[in-house]
């Protein structure tokens, strides 16, 4: 079963690159791993999820080394807004094991 | 496409009563998932269901708690006689069946729980 270990916490100020790095040495061959942003009294809301290498989309990156053993998340330029908890996934198709770590929580200062 | 539902958002139930959350999955998904989440704390998995299916309910307090995802409906959560400890916000996520998809989960909002 894969586990995740996250910081607990980070501060940032804004405008500044943050980068949240979890690790993941168990993963299997068929894990993905997927990030997701929780706000106060908020469900959890998918960010991006990528198997290996670089990921990018509107809203992040995701760097996955060749190991798998650990992926970054890199959210460019944070703003107040991006004030939340970040968790980090790891899991395949019909996984039954969804169990999330306690996650990092991001505060970013003005 | 409708997202995750889940209903009702807010509970209140008296000591000894019963508690029934239902989460409606995005349209063509047949996994659902519950998670508790207590105030300050990280989300804690409860069950994973498919449609008729218990798949995996390890995440379950051994009373009091059930969960099913019938063939037509949603999924329902149940507490039975809660108490003063099960109150916290209760998220139900699903996702699609297909291969390929990774691990994808899409999360409701969540329904918060309070029992005075």
């Known amino acids: 079963l894969a586990k995740t270990t996250q910081p607990i916490s980070m501060d940032s100020y804004e405008g500044q690159e943050v980068n949240i790095t979890c690790s993941h040495n168990?993963?299997?061959?068929?894990?993905?791993i997927t990030w997701y942003q929780q706000f106060p009294s908020q469900g959890p809301r998918f960010i991006i999820q990528?198997?290996?290498t670089k990921v990018t989309n509107e809203v992040a990156s995701l760097f996955i080394p060749a190991d798998r053993k650990s992926s970054t998340l890199s959210l460019p330029r944070v703003s107040l807004s991006d004030t939340a908890v970040y968790y980090c996934?790891?899991?395949?198709?019909?996984?039954?094991?969804?169990?999330f770590g306690a996650g990092t929580r991001l505060t970013v200062k003005p | 496409n409708a997202g995750v539902m889940q209903n009702p958002r807010h509970l209140v139930r008296r000591r000894g009563q019963e508690a029934r959350l239902r989460c409606s999955p995005m349209?063509?998904?047949?996994?659902v998932y519950w998670y508790r989440q207590l105030p300050e704390e990280g989300l804690k998995f409860m069950v994973y269901?498919?449609?008729?299916?218990?798949?995996?309910e390890s995440g379950m307090p051994k009373e009091r708690f059930s969960a099913e995802f019938p063939k037509e409906g949603p999924s329902i959560l149940r507490i039975q006689q809660v108490v003063r400890g099960d109150s916290a916000a209760y998220f139900c996520?699903?996702?699609?069946?297909?291969?390929?998809?990774?691990?994808?989960?899409?999360f409701g909002e969540g329904s918060w729980l309070t029992v005075v």
């Open positions: 168990n993963i299997a061959t068929n894990d993905y």
């Open positions: 990528g198997y290996k």
């Open positions: 269901l498919q449609k008729e299916n218990i798949i995996d």
């Open positions: 996520a699903s996702s699609p069946p297909s291969r390929g998809s990774g691990n994808t989960i899409y």
């Open positions: 996934l790891v899991g395949s198709y019909n996984n039954n094991d969804m169990r």
């Open positions: 349209k063509g998904h047949s996994h």
